[in-house]
């Protein structure tokens, strides 16, 4: 489960800097090709983000994991 979320995020950040990417190379002007492939690759980023949130939050109600929680030592 560990290398899914590992590489989900890796998709994430892939997706975050093709967009940066089409970015610096002139997609700021609103009709033009890059302006469309950045939109899309923060499109592609927010949906990969919100399908991690869902699965994560399956596999915690199905009881596939759970959370660990940062140990408390009594005082």
């Known amino acids: 489960m560990k290398y899914l979320v590992g590489l989900a995020f ?10 940066g990417l089409f970015m610096l190379r002139g997609g700021r002007k609103g009709d033009d090709p890059q302006s469309k492939k950045m939109a899309r690759a923060l499109a592609v980023r927010v949906g990969l983000s919100v ?3 869902a699965l ?8 596939w994991i759970q ?3 940062i140990p408390v030592k009594p005082t």
């Open 51 to 53: 399908g991690l949130f």
């Open 10 to 19: 890796v998709f994430i950040l892939g997706a975050l800097a093709t967009a």
């Open 67 to 69: 959370p660990t929680g």
């Open 56 to 63: 994560i939050w399956v596999l915690y109600l199905a009881g």
